[in-house]
């Protein structure tokens, strides 16, 4: 192993966007360094890589620390594939792969070397749009078989799954659903592709198929579970109905994903008169053993179409800091959900002024792709509520226009039927 850790430390400067040269910039770099996936690492070792104090070699746990701070799983993984961090040389190496008609097991020895570099990710996305586009099922099988995806950071899988998602969107719906029912034997394409991009808005089109396929070639209990969930909103939020057969919590649910846990309470408040003693008290206990931002993603809307501000009050006053907890990429969404919801939370109570600053924190623009008009709708269903409340006609009327654009995009007509009590004429 060489002594020379040079590169190591530029390629570290390089992420960090710190270019250390004075003490306080180490400071700066330990902090960036342990906001990272709960990495540590000391003062005193920073300081002596960098010749602020005498240099020792550094062990390899720190070496370690370094490369997984990089995105690699060990310093032996960074040495061997360090050129991947240049993401133009890893472009380069994958167009080259590109121009074969059949790739060997160098081939995805290399791409499976350069997603260990998480950002690598979203140019292997592109790689296979392009395999989709030019309908080359064989290449397409032997990625999802023989690429490792499960341990990329979940921030850059969901970009993966969005980039692959829209590539089917640019082909004829029957090819996309050949291609669909071909690929999702496998866990690695299941599993970050239709499981990863939950599509509001195609849930009345191609997504729906997408998940019917799901129900019909996997047996994993989760996904199961999930389809029907996604059945029962497609119904509420299109026809109205609510009286599907029960779905029943199935065996194992405790150790299930917090975000489809809250797919199931969000069923559980849609599908109810209203929330009783006995759903609240379980609401707040998922709360408490689960990651909240996470739980509450799909419960604040379902308390929001149901129009339980008091409930959504007393979730919001408890756990505030826990929902505002990440600063991850996806969390955007989660921010203007919980937004929206403070938004109708202060217009319930009669504080407009309030309610207006908490929508203008809203950036609709950075929700999840898979999101954006499902949140949107909600968006726009409050803005109709304050601007009603404030006799603003005119934003009242864009409001509305924008809100049945929206419901035409998705075929979600429960938005018209909430939204009339709030249109001013």
């Not at 490792?148 to 850059?156: A, G, P, R, T, V």
């Not at 394409?189 to 996997?218: E, M, Q, W």
């Amino acid at each position: 192993m060489t002594n020379d850790h040079s590169q190591l430390l530029l390629d570290i400067e390089k992420k960090s966007n710190i270019v250390i040269t004075k003490v306080r910039h180490v400071k700066c770099l330990k902090e960036e360094i342990e906001s990272y996936k709960d990495l540590k690492i000391g003062f005193n070792t920073l300081r002596r890589l960098f010749g602020f104090l005498e240099k020792t070699k550094p062990t390899l746990a720190t070496l370690n620390t370094l490369a997984r701070y990089l995105e690699y799983r060990s310093y032996a993984g960074y040495l061997s594939n360090k050129l991947n961090f240049d993401a133009w040389y890893f472009q380069q190496k994958l167009l080259l792969i590109q121009q074969k008609n059949d790739l060997n097991k160098t081939d995805f020895n290399s791409i499976n070397e350069g997603v260990q570099y998480g950002k690598n990710i979203i140019y292997v996305a592109y790689f296979v749009s392009n395999l989709i586009l030019e309908n080359n099922l064989r290449t397409l099988n032997s990625f999802f078989k023989k690429i490792e995806l499960s341990k990329i950071d979940f921030s850059y899988l969901l970009q993966f799954a969005t980039i692959i998602t829209h590539s089917f969107y640019r082909i004829d719906e029957n090819k996309a659903i050949i291609i669909y029912n071909d690929l999702i034997k496998h866990a690695s394409f299941k599993n970050t592709v239709p499981l990863l991009y939950i599509d509001y808005s195609n849930l009345n089109g191609i997504y729906l198929k997408v998940l019917r396929l799901l129900a019909k070639h996997s047996s994993v209990i989760s996904d199961l579970f999930f389809v029907m969930l996604m059945e029962f909103y497609r119904d509420f939020y299109t026809e109205g109905i609510c009286n599907r057969k029960e779905i029943k919590l199935p065996i194992g649910f405790s150790k299930f994903n917090p975000v489809l846990k809250g797919r199931f309470y969000a069923y559980t408040i849609m599908s109810s008169t209203a929330i009783d003693n006995n759903l609240k008290r379980k609401l707040f206990k998922e709360c408490s053993t689960n990651r909240v931002s996470w739980f509450l993603e799909e419960v604040i809307p379902a308390l929001l179409i149901k129009e339980e501000y008091k409930i959504l009050k007393e979730l919001s006053d408890q756990f505030y800091e826990e929902i505002f907890e990440s600063k991850a990429w996806s969390d955007k969404t989660m921010s203007s959900i919980f937004l929206i919801g403070l938004a109708n939370i202060s217009w319930y109570n009669n504080e407009i002024s309030s309610a207006k600053r908490s929508l203008e924190l809203v950036v609709l623009e950075k929700i999840e792709l898979s999101y954006y008009n499902f949140i949107s709708l909600f968006y726009y269903l409050t803005e109709l509520k304050v601007s009603h409340a404030e006799n603003a006609i005119e934003t009242n009327a864009a409001a509305f226009i924008i809100l049945k654009q929206l419901v035409v995009k998705t075929g979600f007509e429960r938005f018209i039927g909430a939204s009339e009590k709030y249109i001013l004429n």
